[in-house]
């Protein structure tokens, strides 16, 4: 029987579950580098609450840009909102002034150094098609509605939707 089960592993720090490929525990921040690691089992009742795949594009029908947009973040662990207008592109991340990062929506401020944000981590593109996301390659990744995405992959974006880059929380709201 060919079934997709999520891979779980155990964090040996605080003995949290979590999505193997993670690098850092989600509930306490611990090193998953780690070989001790032991796959948790897998509920049979997991299959059900893990959301649908969202839609992807064409990596080609992500690259045509559209009429420029509105799209507020809202952050709820600092309690930030952020509202862009007029953009066809948004770079997602944390501002380094070492090396020359400067993206749009700059996450430093809402502690994305220790929710694992990534100087370049995501962007947002708003096509013919509609507004799309794509993860950068980032280190610990970029998950839409529960559902971590492929690297450099476009997912496309509706109003209201939840986005984690790393651990932290946003919402996206598109006008």
Not at 48 to 73: I, R
Not at 83 to 101: K, P
Not at 138 to 167: H, K
Request: glycine residues 10%; contains cysteine.
């Amino acid at each position: 029987m060919d079934t997709d089960y999520a891979i779980m592993i155990r964090c040996t720090e605080c003995g949290s579950s979590q999505y193997d490929g993670a690098l850092f525990c989600g509930e306490c921040g611990g090193n998953l580098w780690s070989k001790r690691q032991r796959q948790t089992t897998i509920l049979p009742f997991a299959v059900e609450t893990v959301p649908a795949v969202p839609p992807s594009l064409s990596p080609d029908g992500a690259g045509e840009t559209a009429t420029p947009s509105t799209v507020t973040f809202v952050i709820p662990s600092s309690g930030r909102r952020v509202t862009l207008e007029d953009v066809r592109q948004v770079e997602i991340g944390r501002r380094d002034d070492r090396h020359d990062v400067e993206p749009g929506l700059d996450l430093s401020p809402d502690d994305g150094v220790r929710h694992g944000v990534s100087r370049r981590h995501a962007i947002i593109r708003f096509t013919g098609r509609g507004a799309v996301l794509m993860d950068l390659n980032s280190t610990n990744g970029t998950v839409l509605n529960r559902y971590r995405l492929m690297p450099e992959r476009p997912y496309l974006l509706r109003t209201g939707d939840e986005i984690q880059f790393g651990r932290l929380l946003t919402h996206v709201f598109i006008e």
